[in-house]
Each structure stands twice: as structure tokens, then as C-alpha cells.
């Protein structure tokens, strides 16, 4: 990899306040710049060393399903070819194809949320999700008036930037501690949270998000997963075990005889939810099987590692 590649690579594994879609989207410039400056002899060379740089973006991410199916759809693309320049021009294409996918998912997403959204309701979010973000976006802009509670998604506080962009906007926005939020479930007439993947297993998103779903449950709030396809993980594909982030973060003097765990995913069993929202529409938790099961994993990705989700 060139110096740019690691640097951008660097760029995506500290990355704690982008939502999954705008990683995706730094993952696929990545893969376009490696095809244009590639100096690789041969296709074959290059394919390993694709294949290198897949791995080091999906370990700079682990959680992030959207960099999964970007570089799944790569390899399928580029199986067959055996030129330098078609491949250049394929990977381009896939890039490309991506790309505007996310766009089309996320809208498709937010005209699917603003049946939910009732006039004066309560929503309460967590952390930032783009996704979540944009549907919010598009009830203010529908004319819904409703009032917005936002997590503040501690260590990183990514919360805070969802709240400031959502303000920013004209929408009515409280900002919460998240043991707060959580107690505030109650109050809310809809909770709507994000994903940086999902399976069979369930949804990872961020730490809290379970907190959430089990007090969302016990209420009777309805708590929906705004999840595009692009973020179900293919079946067959475990995920790296995610990212423990510096304890410092949590506590910048730690006392002697003291560990301090700092991750920043948790799983929900999708038992726990209403229902997703997808580019298809509001679906049951239930109905997902099916999609999951017609992913094809690229046998690149078939490393073994452990599940964490």
C-alpha cells in the first residue's frame, strides 16, 4: 500500500464520529485510488494486493457492514478479468454503482420513516446515524413539526454533533447523558436508531442501543433500525473482533487495580425490535432471513475470525 492508502486507512480506523454510509463512501475512494496508481505488474498481482487493502480497511472498521459489501461486490466484479485496464474500469464501475446506491437507500429509507413520525411526536435517537439523520431531515421538511432526544453516545460523543446538525436544521433537539435517555424511553412516542451492521444474530450499532431496545420494549415505544442492505453482512462472513478503544478516553488518570473496558458497539437481538426500515420499506424483524440468505460471500472474505455480533 502507498503511503496515501495507509494514511487514509489511519483516517477510517480513528474515525468515531462518521456514520456508517460516509465510511463507506472514504472506503470506496481508497479502492478507486488503488486501482488508478496501481503499479502492480499483472491483474493477478494487483488482486493481492487488493485484497490486502480490503482487509485493512475492514479491520480499520470491523463493525462497519456497508465496507464489507463494498469490497464483496469488488471481488465478484473482478473474479473473471485478467487485464490491468478492465479492471481498473471495473472497480471504477462498482465505486461508482456504490456509491449512488447509498444515496438512493438512504432516501428511499427516510420517505419509509415519515408514516412514523407523528404530528408534535417525541423521537429519541442515539449517537449519530446519518440514515437517521436524513429521515429526520425529510419529516422537518414534509412540514411534520416533532421534538428530538438525542443521546449523547459517550466516550465519543457523537450525540453531540447529531444534536448540533439536527439544530443547525430548525428541529427542537434535547441533548441527553445516555443513562438518561434511557430513562426517559417512556416519554417517547418513537425511538429510531441506526446500524453499522446487521445478521442473523442481530443489530450492532452503538453501545447503548440495547439499553434502548429493552426499555423501549418494556414501555410498549415502538424502536425501528433504519438499515439500508448495504449493511447486512453476508452470511458466512464474521466480523473481526471489534475495536477497544484507549481507556483514557473513559478516564484520563486511571487509579492503580482499575481496568476500564471502552467499546463502542453493543448487539441487539433483533427480537428486541420493531421492526427495520429498509430501501424496501418497514419490515418485520422476522422477514430478514431471506435477504440475509441471498448475499453471496466472495471466498476472499472467508477468513476465519471471531464472531463478535
Known sequence: MDKWTVQAIAEIASDNYSGAAEIAEHGAEILLHSARTTDAPTADVFRQ??????????HAQ??????VNLVNDVLWKIDAIDSLRALRQAIADVVRDFKRQLHVHEAAIAESVLPLISEGAQV???????????????????????????????????GRKMALELA????????????????????????????DHLNSRGLMNKVGTYGLALAA????????????????LPPGYNPPRQTHWPPEQVWDTIPPNIT?????????????????????????????????????????????VKVVC
Open 260 to 304: 476500564v473496558k471502552n467499546l463502542y458497539f453493543d448487539c441487539t437481538p433483533l427480537t428486541e425490535l420493531t421492526g427495520l426500515v429498509t430501501e424496501q420499506g418497514i419490515l418485520p424483524t422476522a422477514g430478514v432471513e431471506g435477504w440475509l440468505a441471498s448475499i453471496k460471500l466472495h471466498p476472499a472474505l472467508m477468513q476465519e
Open 124 to 158: 429519541l435517537t442515539n449517537s449519530r446515524s446519518t440514515t437517521v439523520r436524513a429521515a429526520l431531515r425529510h419529516a422537518q421538511r414534509a412540514g411534520r413539526r416533532f421534538r428530538v432526544i438525542c443521546a449523547e453516545g459517550r466516550p465519543g460523543f457523537e
Open 62 to 67: 470491523p463493525s462497519m457492514a456497508s465496507l
Open 217 to 232: 420494549q418494556a414501555n410498549h415505544v415502538p424502536i425501528y433500525a433504519l438499515c439500508s442492505s448495504e449493511k447486512f
Open 49 to 58: 494486493e487488493l485484497v490486502t487493502t480490503i482487509w485493512a480497511l475492514i
Open 168 to 195: 443547525e436544521d430548525g428541529i427542537p433537539v434535547t441533548l441527553m447523558i445516555d443513562a438518561l435517555a434511557i430513562s426517559f424511553v417512556g416519554r417517547m412516542d418513537l425511538v429510531l436508531v441506526g446500524a
